[in-house]
């Protein structure tokens, strides 16, 4: 069973400070990875993917990918009220099949102003 | 650019009811899409996805159904809603034969079954 877990929260940081969100997937197997913001209420949308091991910046974005350990951050600097939502991390596994993606169950994030 | 609709945006239906959820994409050809749902506390979970025209797969046998008329359209439905069928509906797209599997969601549609 492919898992891919997070810590539901809620996570709650100071405005300006680093949010640092975390998952981890069960399947060594998998190659891409993929972050979500959904705002409640509404649609996830794609803020960031990550398919190398290391960090990849987008902005006040950073995601982290360490394959070794099986796990994958999502780190947003000087964070902002307009940041709280909730983070969803999405697993894709290669094997022959790339269109499914495991998700998890998301880290809702709370910046206090 | 791409764009994806989905309607109605809000749905209350007696049980029993049919149902019948209506997804677009516009601005590609032959896309990968996805139904999902997600239940009040839930993650998401990955209904039905279809390939081209006329192919479905069903990831959770249930009362649901899709279908795929047209290259850009994609249809849930259903002859008889339970109670457990409330939740937010999502219809996403991915761009065929994209190496990486970079899903785009619609705005939804939250079904209350009453």
């Known amino acids: 069973q492919k898992e891919v877990e997070q810590n539901s929260g809620p996570l709650s940081v100071p405005e300006g400070a680093i949010a640092s969100l975390n998952c981890t997937y069960s399947d060594r197997g998998s190659q891409s990875f993929f972050w979500y913001r959904q705002y409640s209420g509404k649609s996830p949308e794609l803020i960031m993917f990550?398919?190398s091991n290391g960090d990849k910046e987008d902005g006040r974005f950073t995601a982290q990918l360490n394959k070794a350990s099986q796990y994958v951050s999502l780190l947003i600097r000087d964070s902002q009220p307009s940041d709280s939502a909730t983070y969803l991390c999405a697993v894709n596994h290669n094997a022959g099949n790339n269109r499914k993606l495991i998700w998890g169950l998301g880290t809702s994030l709370a910046v206090n102003p | 650019s791409q764009t994806i609709h989905q309607w109605p945006a809000t749905l209350v239906q007696p049980v029993g009811s049919p149902l019948s959820l209506e997804c677009t994409v516009e601005?590609?050809?032959?896309?990968?899409l996805y139904w999902y749902r997600q239940a009040a506390g839930r993650g998401l979970q990955l209904l039905f996805y279809s390939v081209g025209i006329g192919q479905i797969s069903s990831e959770v046998p249930q009362n649901l159904s899709a279908s795929r008329p047209q290259d850009r359209q994609f249809i849930l439905s259903s002859k008889k809603l339970l109670l457990s069928d409330s939740g937010f509906y999502l219809c996403?797209?991915?761009?065929?034969?994209?190496?990486?599997?970079?899903?785009?969601f619609g705005a939804g549609t939250r079904l209350s079954v009453l």
């Open positions: 601005g590609t050809s032959n896309p990968n």
């Open positions: 996403a797209w991915k761009l065929a034969g994209g190496p990486l599997n970079i899903q785009y």
């Open positions: 990550i398919y």
